[in-house]
Structure formats: structure tokens, C-alpha cells
């Protein structure tokens, strides 16, 4: 039996209705435009992360300004050290193919820092198949030299055993096995 | 006698519109860089096949190595990245951490700084008979079934179809539920943005053709990087070898893609 009183279901109904369109209008108002593109994220959100500014480039296009370090870097043993761990991100240097920024050079006690970083033997951790290292100041003494020395006084930076092969051509000397 | 005056006026506005318009649009080119689709000429790519195509989505696959073998604790890869994203002194995306092993089977771990400044100098603060020292670089996983992801209660943080973990900064909340999701502990809540931050295996230089920072620096090759889907690349070569290849905490089921050579068993 139809009741006379159904307004309040029409209210309620209504009501229900409003309530369902302002939320879809909310959604519609308040979700991201690419949310969903892949999953429950902002698909832009990628992209975004992919045109982060690249600020280390390689040894490379370091290189192909610098020929004169080229040619002794990439003929000593440390070729495969990165020029901008010493030297300073790319970017700091080179922004849209022009000089920006002098990068650093380092220079005496700074170097040696630099080169006990990797070749210091009190480290245990290191394996000897994997790099040669040294003890200081035990190194300078069996080397004859004074224990004020900074390694590259020795070892050329780029090449470690560039001077010290020239050095042992000329003098004659033979390496004992 | 008005309306040739009218059409002048009209001409000129026109014209004055156009040279304004021109100018505007001038100097927009001059301040948006090119779009660096196929990357940089100048700088040869490091993993084959990304430059020169469509990047696909859907059908990438990428594995880290890290040989611990090969690993001297010299910290470049922690300088480089600090560098590449401008990391915050204290926070760390990647850090190595150096073991120690005595007789007792004792494990003594530290990670000064996160070897930031490398290791200069052994450990003075133990006196034990060593048994055995080594380094472990630590990065983000890049689990397949990442835990931060699951606890992100605002889907800021998300996995990408092509494998990469990644955070959206500009939907973060900084709640940093997803930091102690991590088992890793990989994530930190910047103090500058508030937002959650981690390392992406420089995705941004990925999608480029070139290698994650840490890798490109690292003087020994302990890091390696590359695509599974080529056959010659080292890690597919590594993966399909009799190597041995350990996870970090495995039995957390989140199946890392990050992979270690030379594991010893006392690293968690």
C-alpha cells in the first residue's frame, strides 16, 4: 500500500544522490590526471623522475676536451678511475656546452688523502688481486725517499707508473722477480 | 573616411601581437633545454640498445651486481652519488659498510659517515685477532615485491612496470611508513622536501643509456649494472653462470634485484 508520507524517501534518495555526485565531482577534482596509467600511482610521476638533471657524465666526455690527460690517463693503470671523482661532477664545470665552473685540482696533502683512500694496506679489506697497496710512511722508507713526500712527487696522478717505468728505462734497471 | 584609419589601427595592433608573440616564444626556446630523447650525443651510451627508441615500459629488465670480492672500500660511489643528487650531509642513498670477523665468530660492522670519507684508517676501537675484513656496498633492492610500496598509504611510492622503485615527491605526505617497511633500511625522509627519499639506480640515467652513478665511478668494477634482456650483457652473463648469487634477506620474500657476489653469510 502506497503511503501518503514518502517525501522523506524522496529526501533521502536526494540526499543520497547530492551526496554521490559531489563525490565524484571531488574525485574527478582532486585525482592526479595520469593516476591509474600504470597502477595506483601518478604515471607521470616516471617521467618526472627520468628528467632529473644527469649531473655526472663519463670519463668520456670528460676526455674529449681535455686530449693531453686523455692520453695519460687512459694509458696507465688508473684508466678506470672516474675523473669526476676527483675533479667534481660534470655539471659543475660544463652547462650547455660552455665553461661554467673551474672544477678543483687537488694538490700535496689533499692527494695523498685522496690516494690512501683506496691503497692504504692498514685496511685489511682489500684483496691484493684487486688493487696493489702500501703502507705509510713504510712505503717512503723502503723507497729510499724522505717521509715528507706526497705520492705524487712519485706517481703521476693519471698514470702511477708512468715517471717510474721511464725512470727505471733509463737507469737501466730490471724488475726482479 | 574613419574606417581605412580603423583598419591601420587594427593592422598595427596585429603586428605589434605578432612581434610580442614572436619575442615571447624566442626566448622560451632559448630557456628550455632540448628534450634529451636520444640523450646526449657527446657522451657515448654505456648500456646498448636504450638511445635511438622508444623506451618501453613494459618489457625492461635490469639486475645490479655487487662483488663484494672486488670491493676496496674507497667510497667513490657514496661521493658520486651524494653528488649526483645533492644528498643532504648525514643521509645516505648508498653507503659501504665494512665487516670484521674474529675468531669467535664475532661480527663487528661499522660504516663511518657511510664511507663517505672512505676507510683511511683500521678499526682502533676493538682489539681482536681478525679473521676476516670486507666491505658491503648497500643500495635500494629494487624488490619485486616491495614492502614500502605496500605500506604507502597515499601511493606516492610505487613500482614501475619497467622494475624501478620509485618516490613521487609531490604526492608524498612524508608519513615515512615506507621507511620502516624497508628491511634495507634504504629509504630516509629528506629534511629539506619532507618527502621520502631513496636511491633509483639513477633511473634518470638509465632511461639515457647511461650507467647509475655509483657504477660509472666505481675503479674496480665491484658494481655492476645491466640490462637481462641482452644477452652479452656482465650481469646476464654473471646470472647464467655457475656463480655464486646471494640476496639480502631473503627469507623477507621480497625478492631483490640486487644481487651479491662473494657474500659471506654474516651479512644481513
Not at chain 2, 614500502?148 to 611510492?157: I, K, L, N, R, S
Not at chain 2, 624497508?182 to 636511491?199: H, Q
Request: net charge positive; charged share 25%.
Amino acid at each position: 500500500m502506497p503511503s501518503r508520507y514518502n517525501s522523506h524517501i524522496k529526501r533521502i534518495i536526494l540526499g543520497l544522490v547530492v551526496f554521490a555526485a559531489l563525490g565524484f565531482a571531488a574525485k574527478l577534482v582532486l585525482t592526479p590526471k595520469s593516476f591509474g596509467k600504470y597502477g595506483p600511482y601518478r604515471g607521470d610521476a616516471i617521467d618526472e623522475e627520468a628528467a632529473l638533471e644527469i649531473r655526472h657524465k663519463t670519463n668520456a666526455s670528460c676526455l674529449s676536451c681535455h686530449p693531453y690527460e686523455a692520453k695519460i690517463h687512459l694509458a696507465g693503470l688508473h684508466k678506470t678511475i672516474s675523473c669526476e671523482f676527483c675533479h667534481g661532477p660534470y655539471a659543475d664545470h660544463v652547462k650547455d656546452g660552455k665553461v661554467y665552473g673551474k672544477l678543483p685540482v687537488k694538490k700535496k696533502e689533499e692527494i695523498k688523502v685522496l690516494c690512501l683512500r683506496c691503497h692504504n694496506k692498514a685496511i685489511q679489506a682489500r684483496p691484493g688481486e684487486v688493487i696493489k697497496t702500501v703502507v705509510m710512511p713504510e712505503h717512503l722508507e723502503t723507497q729510499k725517499v724522505k717521509v715528507s713526500h706526497t705520492c705524487d712527487q712519485c706517481h703521476h696522478v693519471h698514470a702511477p707508473l708512468k715517471y717510474i717505468n721511464r725512470a727505471k728505462q733509463i737507469v737501466g734497471i730490471k724488475e726482479k722477480n | 573616411m574613419g574606417e581605412p584609419d580603423m583598419k591601420l589601427d587594427k593592422e598595427r595592433r596585429a603586428f605589434i601581437k605578432k612581434v610580442l608573440n614572436g619575442a615571447i616564444a624566442g626566448s622560451l626556446l632559448l630557456v628550455i633545454p632540448m628534450p634529451a630523447g636520444g640523450g646526449d650525443p657527446g657522451v657515448p651510451e654505456q648500456i646498448p640498445g636504450i638511445r635511438g627508441k622508444k623506451w618501453d615500459m613494459f618489457h625492461q629488465r635490469f639486475a645490479f651486481i655487487v662483488d663484494i670480492t672486488r670491493c676496496i672500500g674507497c667510497g667513490s660511489c657514496c661521493v658520486a652519488d651524494r653528488r649526483e643528487f645533492n644528498v643532504p650531509d648525514g643521509y645516505y642513498r648508498t653507503w659501504v659498510e665494512r665487516y670484521l670477523k674474529d675468531f669467535d665468530d664475532q661480527v663487528y660492522v661499522d660504516s663511518p659517515n657511510g664511507g663517505f670519507d672512505g676507510y683511511q684508517a683500521p678499526r682502533t676501537d676493538i682489539n681482536v685477532e681478525v679473521r676476516d675484513t670486507f666491505f658491503v656496498p648497500k643500495l635500494c633492492n629494487m624488490c619485486k615485491e616491495p614492502p614500502c610500496v605496500q605500506v604507502c598509504p597515499v601511493g606516492a611510492t610505487f613500482k614501475t612496470p619497467d622494475g624501478f622503485v620509485l618516490v613521487d615527491r609531490k604526492r608524498c605526505v612524508g608519513c615515512a611508513y615506507c621507511i620502516q617497511a624497508c628491511p634495507y633500511s634504504a629509504r630516509f625522509l629528506d629534511p629539506v622536501t619532507r618527502t621520502a627519499e631513496k636511491c633509483t639506480w639513477c633511473y634518470h640515467r638509465v632511461r639515457k643509456g647511461l650507467l647509475p652513478v655509483c657504477v660509472n665511478v666505481c675503479p674496480t668494477g665491484a658494481r655492476k649494472f645491466g640490462d637481462l634482456n641482452d644477452k652479452n650483457s656482465e650481469v646476464y652473463k654473471l646470472l647464467h653462470e655457475h656463480e655464486v648469487l646471494t640476496v639480502l634477506k631473503k627469507d623477507m620474500g621480497t625478492y631483490p634485484a640486487l644481487y651479491y657476489k662473494g657474500l659471506r653469510r654474516e651479512v644481513v
